[in-house]
């Protein structure tokens, strides 16, 4: 393959390097080549070794290998990137993220940045379950570190509620960014009995999912329900008066400091 290709050439560029500078002796054996090649590669592999296994190899200077790729880029910075509909996969991956930055630090603030319709799509069909996005909000409540969200684009229906749940003082949202409350979609099929247990869960999530809401946005709770019984957009002002943000961010409000205190993270894959 291509990669192989490029190893042997890089471990003959390596062999040859060695013979200019220790004389001809040192291209004695084959074996001999491979030994010194692995021994001096592998401390720049290890240095490179990344997030989930994957490694980006460097030889001579140069990377072989995959990138590194964009959510461990953004994470090695302490940035939580939720871009997409709340479903299982979302929720583990950004429960995971939050557990891994409360571990790697009690104190560095880290930054949500939410574009998601929610646990359900702007179309109206239900792709994720409540308890995902409960799972996201314990999380976020659960960590020590500052959490700063701000909505980029949209947070609609359970994203609306991420984003009040960050730190008081600490949310915001974009210039043109929309923010929808809506109330959840129940999707109970089976039979009677079955469906009128789903149904009375879901009252339930609903009224957890109000309680919540209100409590993050100081609103009474019968407000918040009336709101929420249709959809009710807001844009970034109407959102600040409401209580699910604090203020628009605009690029005076990006504080740049807090990401220079980050110190390198050598378990952030193919960053030196």
Partial sequence: TKRRAMQRAAVLAAAFTCALAHGAGALRTPTATRAMHRASARP??????????????????????????????LLNNRIVYAGMPITAAVSQLIVAEFLYLQYESEVKPCYVYINSPGTITEGRRLVGLDTEGFAIVDTMKYIKCPVNTIC??????????????????????????SIMLQQPLGGAQGQASDIKISAVEALYNRKQQFQMLAAATGKDYRQVEKDASRQYYMDADEAINYGIVDKIMTREEIDMSAFAQVAPNPMARGIS
């Fill in 152 to 177: 980029v684009g949209k947070a609609y229906g359970f994203a609306a509620l991420l984003l009040a749940s960050g730190d008081k003082g600490k949310r915001a949202a974009m210039p043109y960014s």
């Fill in 44 to 73: 720049a592999c290890a240095a490179q070794m990344g997030l989930a296994g994957a490694a980006s190899e460097s030889f001579g200077g140069n990377r072989m290998g995959p990138p590194p790729d964009i959510p461990s880029l």
